[in-house]
């Protein structure tokens, strides 16, 4: 099973790594300012490209330009300009991140995408994951410099930021008074940057020549409904009666609803999948000791539990044809609303018959967590899931061990 997602989900990175060409109408302006238009290869970069494939038509042979054979091009709203820039680079993590202030700056070639254009412009850059921004100043661009640290204070460590940027949007945005207390509250990053730029040409009772649009995140609803299949398994070092038992897999109709957030670029390829979702199970089985007829003892025992879970999931969905098929894999959340918890056990010595009832567990818990793989495809409003869900049980004990294998078929279906 692991092997099958594992290949499933690298063929479909293969796939987007090496996906089809799709050439939209376009342009290059040539670093002798001459436009030419023609067809690009569109591949709705997230990292901006440092390569683009250009033909003037159909089946002319295809040109490739690096960021320093021309001056820029242009595809649907998006303008790309050829530039060596410097860019900070530092990798700050959760666990690995820097205590200076001081920027680590590299040099990069690289297709600056233009977010603002006109007498004062502003281009982006993202490459590796990391965020730059830039002003055009004559014939060059200038890194808006910005960095994010760690301080010590009070034996705590404290988020400081080095906000050059500041200073420097002050100095090229300075012909408009009021710019500087808009720049207090300012941000790094494309949404806050953009915000100060349209407010300098209001400034300036004038429009940008071009604004690039900005992408946002679209909200799929809708109803998931399907069946599962659930099994427990149980280890311990220590004797257990629950161990003996054989628990066959167990059948039940789960719903829900999901939210799917569609991330922007890569085509809209990614997004982020959660569903408020209910499933539930009952199992039971027996065991029996028995040393003759006249001395024996029988376990019966019944496990049962309805959960609300909330799944997170990640979602990788790639086009073939008509429809799309997917990958998914994330984290499940369940808090048991029912238990059942039951064993009965009869003893038989010689004359003497006992009935005991009790629990099968007497120190459970009904929170569950659980990690979640799943594959499928989408047409249309309708898309079907194959899922896997491997859960930490009930178990309240340090030293039982629990397993929750769930396998769904799963039908959802977008309301809008």
């Known amino acids: 099973m692991k092997f099958i997602f594992a290949f499933v989900f690298f063929v479909l990175i293969f796939n987007e790594a090496v996906s089809q060409e799709k050439y939209l109408p376009g342009y290059v302006k040539t670093l002798e300012g001459d436009t030419i238009p023609g067809l690009i ?36 709203d998006e303008i790309y300009v050829g530039a060596a820039v410097e860019k900070e680079v530092t990798k700050n993590t959760v666990y690995v991140h820097s205590e200076s202030s001081a920027l680590q700056v590299s040099m990069d070639t690289i297709f600056l995408q ?52 500041k200073r420097q949007l002050a100095s090229y945005l300075g012909d408009c008074l009021y710019m500087t207390a808009t720049l207090e509250g300012a941000s790094y990053d494309s949404k806050s940057l953009e915000s100060i730029f349209m407010k300098y040409y209001e400034c300036k009772d004038g429009l940008p020549a071009f604004k690039k649009v900005r992408e946002k995140v679209i909200a799929e609803l809708g109803i998931v409904t399907g069946v599962s299949s659930t099994s427990l398994s149980f280890s311990s070092s220590q004797i257990f009666d629950i161990l003996r038992i054989n628990f066959p897999s167990n059948y039940s109709v789960v719903a829900g609803v999901f939210v799917d957030f569609i991330l922007p670029r890569n085509d809209r390829k990614w997004s982020i999948y959660n569903e408020l979702f209910y499933s539930n199970y009952t199992v039971s089985g027996s065991f029996q000791d028995i040393t003759n007829e006249n001395h024996y003892r029988n376990v019966e025992g019944e496990l049962g539990y309805g959960y609300l879970k909330v799944n997170n999931m990640v979602r ?61 495809a989408i047409q249309g409003r309708l898309s079907s899931e194959f899922r896997y869900e491997r859960g930490n049980g009930m178990s309240d004990y340090i030293f039982l061990g629990v397993r929750t294998h769930r396998f769904f078929l799963l039908l959802n279906y977008r309301l809008n």
């Open 41 to 76: 290869d569109y591949r709705n970069w997230d990292n901006n490209p440092k390569t683009v494939f250009f033909k003037q038509k159909g089946q002319d042979r295809i040109k490739v330009y690096k960021p320093l054979d021309i001056a820029e091009f242009g595809v649907l």
């Open 114 to 165: 233009t977010l603002v254009l006109g007498e004062k412009s502003l281009l982006g850059m993202k490459s590796s994951g990391k965020e730059n921004y830039y002003i055009k100043e004559g014939n060059s661009y200038t890194l808006l410099k910005y960095k994010w640290y760690l301080v010590e204070q009070n034996g705590k460590e404290l988020k400081a930021e080095n906000e050059t940027y």
């Open 316 to 376: 990788f969905r790639y086009p073939l044809g008509s429809f799309k098929v997917f990958a998914n894999g994330g984290l499940s959340n369940g808090y048991a609303l029912s238990e059942t918890n039951k064993k009965t056990t009869a003893n038989k010595f010689h004359t003497s018959e006992t009935i005991e009832e009790g629990k099968l567990l007497d120190k459970t818990r009904r929170y569950e967590q659980g990690l979640i793989l799943g594959l499928g």
